[in-house]
């Protein structure tokens, strides 16, 4: 595998990142839980990947998301969002903001239809970017900052791309059965040990995988409860108001995701724009991502209490917004403008882009969706 050099800080925060992991694993009695490593890679104060000071986002980060692609994406949801403002309250909260470009947007876009946001709130766990969301958005009044989730809420709840940055228990079906995957130390570096399934866990295993007995030996994937539980926090927030929350990530419903084909999971790193399995590869210095069940993430929302409203492509969801005509207020004879946007559209909603892959899952109360939004909802899929 060859990936760019990191610089010799940056090596030497990873190093640091190591000892620390390593330290708690003896601890640990020598083996520490998957979901527990890719909390500290990723959430460690000052050395994981989010909580550390290096770029995330961008040319000289480690991946892009939609908002940096094209301001149309931010003014799609900006529509959805104000048929939602309409029917609930003026607020607005975005969890995991990234560098605030879908903030800007949004509320851009909402201005331009005429629809005050009398607070716009944003939920950011990495230190590194609040810090550029908090100089982007300076002369935005409504937006502020928070640490955690508010007892209740209603208006519209953002989240783009943040259920696959949640740490994930993976699971390895051996002789006949489900095993934990642990993280321990063998001669200096970290390796995988299995170790039998916790009651909580085989649990979560059962609701998941109902196929799971006719799965493969050696098949290995992923376990969602930190997202879940998310889920439920969201639920817990939004009872007894009015409002939608829209949830934007890459992942599959549950009979695509625990495909027999599937046999190594979903578990992605991404480091420099570059893309590669290897967990274990340079903690704090990488992103480390699963794809979402979106099946789970519904029924965790439900059972808690928050109906589902909505689930689709990134694609239709877009196109049932307008993006199509918010393309066209640019003069297609204007090719120095229109060709650039039109290109960044095609990324968002082609099907062999980002239109497929990502899906839209929308969770609420109290509120209808647009009837073109209606119209596209392919829930009974989950």
Not at 26 to 36: D, K, N, P
Not at 72 to 83: E, M, T, Y
Not at 176 to 202: D, I, K, S, Y
Request: glycine fraction near 10%.
């Amino acid at each position: 595998m060859s990936l760019p050099a990191p610089t010799p800080d940056a090596l030497a925060a990873s190093q640091s990142l190591q000892q620390l992991i390593a330290a708690e694993i003896e601890q640990l009695g020598g083996a520490m839980a998957f979901s527990r490593f890719m909390e500290l890679a990723l959430y460690a104060p000052r050395l994981g990947y989010y909580s550390g000071g290096a770029s995330k986002l961008g040319a000289s980060g480690d991946f892009t998301t939609a908002p940096e692609i094209s301001p149309l994406f931010g003014a799609s949801v900006a529509r959805a969002a104000a048929a939602i403002i309409a029917q609930s309250a003026p607020d607005i909260i975005e969890f995991g903001a990234g560098t605030g470009k879908l903030a800007r947007d949004v509320l851009g876009a909402l201005a331009g239809m005429g629809v005050q946001v009398r607070s716009y709130t944003i939920i950011e766990l990495s230190g590194e970017l609040r810090a550029r969301q908090q100089e982007a958005l300076k002369d935005l009044p409504q937006v502020r900052w928070a640490d955690g989730f508010p007892g209740s809420f209603s208006g519209v709840v953002l989240a783009n791309e943040v259920l696959d940055a949640m740490p994930v228990e993976l699971v390895i079906r051996k002789d006949g059965q489900w095993l934990r995957q642990m993280v321990t130390v063998e001669a200096g570096e970290f390796a995988f040990v299995q170790r039998p399934l916790t009651q909580q866990l085989a649990a979560h295993v059962a609701r998941q995988i109902p196929h799971g007995d006719t799965l493969a030996e050696g098949y290995l994937t992923e376990i969602h409860p930190v997202a879940e539980g998310f889920m439920a926090s969201l639920a817990g927030m939004m009872k007894g108001g009015r409002g939608a929350a829209f949830l934007f990530d890459y992942g599959f419903p549950a009979h695509e995701y625990y495909l027999d084909q599937r046999v190594g999971g979903t578990l992605m790193c991404h480091y420099r724009h570059h893309s590669h399995p290897e967990a274990f590869y340079l903690p704090g210095l990488q992103d480390i991502t699963a794809h979402v069940d979106f099946t789970a993430m519904a029924l965790a929302a439900q059972e808690a209490g928050l109906p589902v409203l909505a689930y689709m492509n990134q694609s239709s969801f877009l196109l049932a917004c307008g993006i199509g005509e918010l393309l066209l207020e640019t003069d297609p004879e204007d090719a120095l403008r229109y060709l650039p946007r039109s290109k960044a559209v095609h990324k968002l909603v082609s099907p062999s882009e980002m239109g497929e892959l990502f899906k839209v899952l929308v969770v609420g109360q109290g509120v209808d969706l647009p009837d073109a939004i209606v119209r596209a909802d392919r829930a009974h899929r989950l």
